[in-house]
């Protein structure tokens, strides 16, 4: 049995604290929220995720000394955009070697880093780990099998992460590419905002199917150029996370895309889906990243136009199929 805080009390948080207390492990969740505390406390489960109950020897606190001092793994399981925030507040209780997995998805906007950097750079003592894949809260909650990956700096490291989680419902692959699986993890939810927009324009399968399969050529093309392996992106936390989140109504990223398609600002989508579209915060960087190391990202680009620039979605989509004409693969030779 081993002592494992989850930080984050959100939906992701909750169905990850269900499974490990499953396995046999003593859990802690942390939250800054008082509310949302008092919430789990009260109802032994999050309004966003009906039906997943938390038993009763679970521990919550709002506490963070509490929450990290003696515990065997941290899980961080904040929205991305709180992942600094948190692990500065963390950094004074981490002992040497701890482990902090990172959960969550998503690239810093104005450092262009992903989330597993931004925790080593605010907790340099820290063993830090990242898991990815195609993995529903509202799913992983309800006990159905689903495979993700764990990624470490260490064999070890993400060997004792992967004994702590897996069972009979729960497979999990260990990976060295951690920048790979990060990137795939984060900019699939653009292209899921892009699937989503798809639909919410009334478009069928076959435009869904091209914004998948293009979207993950773009995503391996720029997770190549920065030195991640091309078939990380063929993997669970490449096309197998850009396929659910594209295709699945529990992705909030997808929601939100279907609402921006029907007419909606990102704003009032963000509102409505009542939930962090980590899509939205991550278009802006992968933009940036595309730039950086000069790869082409179209269907990322279109995204950006028009949540930030007044483009309609109707306009981008026809600038998409209106392209320059391109060989789908350029290493192929002709025969004649």
């Known amino acids: 049995m081993a002592k494992i805080t989850i930080f984050g009390g959100g939906s992701w948080g909750i ?6 207390h499953k396995n046999g492990h003593e859990i802690t969740i942390w939250s800054a929220l008082e509310a949302e505390i008092g919430m789990l406390k009260e109802k032994h489960e999050h309004k966003m995720l009906p039906g997943v109950r938390l038993a009763d020897d679970v521990e919550l606190t709002t506490d963070a000394k509490e929450a ?4 065997d793994l941290l899980v961080m399981s904040v929205a991305s955009s709180y992942t600094r925030k948190t ?6 209780y981490v002992t040497q070697g701890q482990k902090i997995l990172n959960v969550a998805k998503g690239i810093e ?24 894949g195609p993995s529903h809260a509202e799913e992983v909650g309800r006990g159905i099998p689903t495979s993700i990956v764990v990624g470490a700096r260490s064999k070890a490291t993400a060997e004792y ?12 692959y260990i990976s060295p590419d951690v920048l790979g699986m990060e990137l795939g993890g984060s900019l699939k939810n653009v292209v899921a905002l892009a699937a989503g927009i798809a ?6 399968d076959n435009t869904k199917a091209a914004l998948i399969t293009r979207g993950i050529a773009e995503i391996a093309r720029l997770g190549t150029a920065m030195g991640s392996k091309f078939e990380t992106f063929c993997g669970l936390t490449g096309i197998g996370d850009l396929i659910v989140t594209c295709a699945s109504m529990h992705s909030r990223n997808r929601r939100a895309g279907i609402l921006i398609g029907q007419g909606k600002s990102y704003e009032e989508a963000m509102s409505e889906v009542q939930m962090v579209v980590e899509g939205v915060y991550s278009a802006k960087a992968a933009m940036e990243l595309a730039r950086k190391y000069q790869v082409q990202m179209p269907i990322i680009e279109q995204v950006n136009q028009v ?24 290493d192929i030779p002709w025969e004649r």
């Open 199 to 204: 639909d919410g324009l009334g478009y069928g």
């Open 68 to 71: 990290v001092e003696g515990k």
């Open 161 to 172: 992460i992967r004994n702590l989680f897996m069972n009979e419902v729960f497979r999990v």
């Open 15 to 20: 169905a990850i604290a269900v499974l490990l």
């Open 109 to 132: 906007e104005h450092t262009l880093m992903t989330l597993s950097q931004i925790i080593e750079q605010e907790i340099p003592q820290a063993d830090v780990a990242v898991m990815s």
């Open 307 to 330: 949540l930030f620039e007044g483009k309609s979605a109707d306009q981008a989509v026809k600038e998409l199929m209106l392209r320059d004409k391109k060989e789908e693969v350029l």
């Open 87 to 92: 692990a500065h507040l963390l950094a004074g």
